[in-house]
């Protein structure tokens, strides 16, 4: 039904594709695709439409980029990243998404495959009937409406104070798990309903919970790697969430709010509903920032909630204690959010609204948004793959400021959600990988099906690019063993 | 009531044209799409509780963009589907006004074939429109 043609690019080098501000009139900046060739001969063309009515946004600054697992989305295309002046640009809602704090979560173990193979099916059934995960299923915490509001304003914290968690959890979670402009005087009572059962939920979707396997021969930093607390051989925790329905509901209010504004008040003029914008600095722009700071801690408090269960359900198959079994957390990164970053516009300092949507921060070596912990060396980045492909743990460097500091999130599909059921049967798919050594538990075989390895792009290739382009470097791949898909 | 699935339309998400021969049909198909997309075997919802509320707007893409908002909102915040649809919507004075009485019941996974949650009804190619003596919509689906 699409009638898009494929645009002209400028080669800027391997890694790197331009489309001119010339390609349409309405652009304020280029667009610069992040890929391969090969990734990029593979782009559904929806992603260049998409991203070039993002290069449309007033205060968008230098670039409307788009990274290697970019593919078409709603509004923004996933793997869309903008940076907006914060004096004069807009923020908008669909740049981040209604899964607002949508990220991931590593947690390391002392456990070798060889302890945990024996029980993995035990594992996984302990995991499965702990972290409830698919739809209608309620949440780990039972809360009311005033713990809601705490909890959204104060983030994981809140969880830890509650005993959800270690407190050194705080400084492996990106903002310490809190954005501190949130403020629950801007959310709604529907917000709250739709939240309040959820703490502690995984979704469905492309939401899992997977353990994971280190091989040696996937290490290519082992300095790092050892430094982080990897090692070959070892089992690691991974898991992919956001902010649930409350996030949802967030976005949904504010974009139909900046939609009453945006031309009557504003004289905004957009290609795309979903793209609807407020000035950052108008009292909308900052009630929806204030809003998204509560998603975006209610993301961070989802996952450190299941960290706790993920901890608690380990003790009970393996006898031990979270802390002997050394379950520490490696990181938690956001791929779904807006930040008030500082960076660098051609040799001036500039305060920007960076709108990262399936995209995550890839901060350098001594950038103060890295904790301390990390700081010498980049903040750990996790791009999480498919459930048979694996998944990687890499780096932000320095030379990712050529990008707001800014990598990729996932693998990126390659194959809808109808296409990849008609190719696959969840049942089917479930005994493949079971063959190959992945044992799956998923709340629903159509959901499992729509989110087999094929309908993604190849992760390694992906990786290498964000690798090769210097957005962030690899430390470690990790191939799944067990998975449990909301 | 007639709706249908687009493929080619998006990527990740899930898209779909539905049709009404007036407004009420176009909101009911549009809702049972909704929920559909959610769960394979849709006629297994009863009619065992119902939730009313009334939404009004100047125009109509709002009017049907705002109810499906409703559907989603009550399947997480109520843990509801729906199956039946009593609606009555009427234009005064240049404003649509809905009614609605929703039948339906609490999610249930061991009956309801679920594939995967809504998250929220988008704007992206978000179209409604009367052509000769039919209503029509597009809409693509956060899931």
Redesign the interface.
Known sequence: MMETKKPEFNKVSDYIWEISKDYREDMRVPVRVYSSRALLDEMDLQVYDQISNVATLPGIQKYAYCMPDGHSGYGFPIGGVAAMDSEDGVISPGGIGFDINCGMRLIRTNLTIDDVQPKLRELIDVLYDRVPAGVGKGGILKLNKQEFKELVDEGARWCIDKGYGWGEDLERIELNGRAQYADSSKISEKAIKRGLDQVGTLGSGNHYLEIQHVLEENVVDSGLAKKWGLFPGQIVVMFHCGSRGFGHQVATEYLKLFLDVMKSKYGIKIRDRELASAPFNSPEGQDYFKAMGCAVNMGFANRQTILHRIRNSFEKVFGQSAEDMEMHQVYDISHNRASLEEHEVDGEKKKLIVHRKGATASFGPGRKEVPELYRDDGQPVIIGGSMETGSWLLAGTEDAKQTWYTTAHGSGRTMSRTQAKKKYRGEKLQKRLEEQGIYIKATSYAGLAEEAGGAYKPIDEVVETTHQAGLSKKVAKMKPIGNIKG | MPYS??????????AFEATGKNLEELFESAGKAVTKS???NIESIEEETSVEFSLNHGSVD?LL??FL?EL??Y???E?LFFSGYMLKIRKEEGKYYLEAMLKGE????DKH?????V????????EVKKKEDAWKAFV?L??
């Open positions: 699935f687009v493929e080619g339309a998006t990527m990740a998400d899930v959610m769960i394979e709002r963009h705002d908002d989603v909102y399947k997480d915040a843990n609490k999610i249930n996974p074939e679920l594939v995967v949650n998250k929220a009804v988008s704007w992206h190619k978000y693509i956060d899931v």
